[in-house]
């Protein structure tokens, strides 16, 4: 008999007729022959509710208690559920994530899961229950409730279909699908038909609300295709699998971020460890820090700037004084009012010319891009607040994201994960959010060049890699760090054979628009570790830091995204730097 697990949100439970709709909903799945979970979020804003209640007696509410009270409201959820299920005539069971038995580290409000029990669950659907979970809980070792960070359900879903072996998870929404930007933000956003893990991976964690993102994490992990859908129609809606939905284009979706603030060092040493040292002092307050761009240094100091959420501002700031201090830095500044735009896409990785795309959209539409940081599948600008809305617009135009493909690839769209057998339940269950690290790899091919002072005005990015993209040079990394006094510095990789002409570009528009200088390396090494999940596991950054600084290496350029961390050092130091990683990360590999 197939199982199912479907997970409602806020909103598909937010009154008593809501949740009689979403009761006759898993009967029907029962009905139609499944076994059926149902895990469910609290009822309408109740999370924000408690929060805002937190913070009326509390400045700094304890995190173990607000764990406590947080976890109420989804216990509220699944007990109406089950009585409304019951009062239908069907049988089922309410269970707390204490009571499921998801076990969690102890990281009040962002914890995670470590490993969850099948039993009780599996007894309770072989005696006819709908099984009715609660969402976004668990206990940690000494009994703790603990909560999985805002959005959580959808972690604890696909988590249970990945130990269930489940046929089907069915995320129910408020919308009907994945669309290519949050549709409140642009009524203009189209719902895709399928979306790809890493591409849905890189969307949720750069601001697009619709899927927790370290549920995405878990499916790719443990390969559960999912199925967002409207819980108030019965239409299909987006399938998040491993394959995009067509290979016609560059970009799959756009997002946006308001909820961040950016830091900036300025004038760190340029040395071995210095960034290090600044993103572990963040690292011991549990930041999520994001969008880190480490530009080429001049006069032997160069400056980092990252993004943190703005909650966790007033710490970071803490922590970057006191270490600024230490390092000898020049100084160290935050702007509260900015935003991050990003385009992702698999479509990327293979052709040029797209973030020149992107760049030029932005200057018609007079968007001055205060940030740049690119990888494989996504680049991310950081713009003023007050043009967030505007920049969102003008690239979901640019990229025709509206507009349907032609060509749809061949649907692999079938719901159905194979039973697992016992011995791959117990292994999943051993390491249900363990870091995994797929490879390490070194890219010797490339050359590097820097245009220091560049006028932080709308359209300059777009000059310079119109040009590039014009004489066919594929540009891999992008990184351009927050400009101080009006200057930026804009530093980005070519093929080696391509940099003499990148340099006269170079040299042509830094000429043009009075630049300090522009300087390269004809041979860099890019190293990269990629896996699942290195931005919520921080420390894969700083492991990486660390060895390098250990082997006496420095850092020149770094960006990150969901699934790798890259940084680009002297060439020389390759192989050294390889062979480091590779031991630093051996443990973790798949
Ligand atoms: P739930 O309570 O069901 O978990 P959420 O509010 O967490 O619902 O997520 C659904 C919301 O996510 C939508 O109402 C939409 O505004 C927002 N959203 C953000 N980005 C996207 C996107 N790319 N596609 C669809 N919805 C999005
Ligand atoms: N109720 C929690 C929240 O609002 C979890 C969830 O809805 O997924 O964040
Ligand atoms: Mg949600």
Not at 105 to 113: G, P, V
Not at 210 to 220: G, L, Y
Request: contains cysteine.
């Amino acid at each position: 008999m197939s199982l199912v697990v479907q997970k409602f949100g806020g909103t598909s439970v937010a009154d008593p007729e809501k949740i009689k709709n979403v009761a006759r909903k898993a009967i029907r799945a029962q009905q139609a022959g499944n076994r059926v979970v149902v895990v469910v979020s609290a009822m309408g804003h109740t999370t924000d509710v408690l929060v805002d209640l937190a913070r009326q007696v509390s400045d700094r509410p304890h995190a173990r208690e607000m764990d406590m009270l947080l976890s109420t409201g989804e216990q509220v959820s699944v007990a109406l559920l089950a009585m409304a299920i019951q009062a239908m005539g069907s049988k089922a069971v309410s269970l707390t994530g204490a009571q499921i038995g998801i076990r969690t580290d102890s990281t009040h409000t962002k914890a995670r899961i470590k490993s969850i029990s099948t039993e009780r669950m599996r007894r309770l659907l072989d005696e006819g229950n709908i099984v009715i979970a609660a969402g976004f809980q668990g206990i940690d070792e000494n009994l703790n409730i603990t909560t999985l960070g805002r959005g959580g359900s959808d972690t604890t879903a696909v988590a249970l279909a990945a130990v269930l072996g489940a046929d089907a998870c069915e995320i129910y929404t408020d919308v009907d699908g994945v669309y290519t930007t949050d549709p409140r933000e642009l009524p203009e956003a189209r719902p895709v038909k399928r979306i790809s893990y890493d591409e849905m991976l890189e969307l949720a964690s750069l601001g697009a609300g619709v899927m927790h993102n370290r549920s995405i994490e878990f499916a790719k992990k443990f390969s559960v295709p999912i199925h967002v859908r409207s819980s108030f129609t019965d239409q299909s809606g987006t399938m998040i699998v491993a394959e995009p939905e067509t290979s016609e284009r560059a970009v799959c979706g756009a997002a946006l971020t308001k909820s961040e603030a950016q830091v900036t060092i300025h004038g760190l040493p340029d040395r071995p460890g210095a960034s290090l040292a600044v993103f572990s002092a963040i690292a011991e307050h549990r930041v999520t820090v994001d969008m880190i761009v480490q530009n080429v240094g001049e006069q032997g100091k160069a400056d980092v700037s990252f993004t943190v959420p703005h909650d966790e501002l007033g710490v970071t700031l803490e922590s970057v004084a006191k270490v600024a201090g230490e390092l000898g830095a020049t100084g160290f500044s935050h702007d509260d009012n900015v935003a991050k735009v990003s385009v992702v896409g698999l479509g990327m990785a293979k052709r040029t010319g797209v973030a020149d795309q992107m760049f030029r959209a932005l200057a018609k539409a007079g968007v001055n891009i205060e940030m740049i940081t690119t990888s494989e599948i996504k680049i991310s600008v950081l713009v003023g607040r007050d043009d967030a809305q505007k920049a969102l617009r003008a690239v979901h135009q640019e990229f025709h994201l509206e507009e349907t493909p032609t060509t749809v690839g061949a649907a692999d769209a079938t719901i159905g994960t194979a039973e697992p057998d016992a011995v791959e339940i117990v292994r999943r269950l051993q390491s249900m959010e363990e870091l995994t690290i797929d490879d390490v790899s070194l890219d010797e091919s490339q050359a590097r060049v820097t245009i220091a002072g560049v006028p932080d005005v709308p359209g300059v990015a777009a000059d310079v890699f119109e040009e590039i993209a014009a004489a066919k040079i594929f540009v891999d990394m992008i990184v351009q760090s927050f400009g101080r006094e009006g200057r930026a510095t804009l530093s980005f990789t070519v093929p080696q054979k391509s940099l003499a002409a990148a340099t006269t570009i170079a040299d042509q528009l830094a000429r043009k628009y009075e630049c300090r200088s522009v300087t390269s390396s004809p041979c860099v090494a890019k190293l990269s570790v990629s896996g699942v999940g290195l931005r919520s596991h921080t420390e894969v950054a700083i492991r990486m830091f660390e060895t390098l600084a250990e082997s006496g290496i420095n850092v020149e350029m770094i960006n990150t995204s969901e699934v790798r961390v890259n940084v680009v050092v002297e060439g020389q130091h390759g192989a050294v730097g390889l062979a480091a990683l590779q031991k630093a990360f051996a443990q973790f590999r798949r």
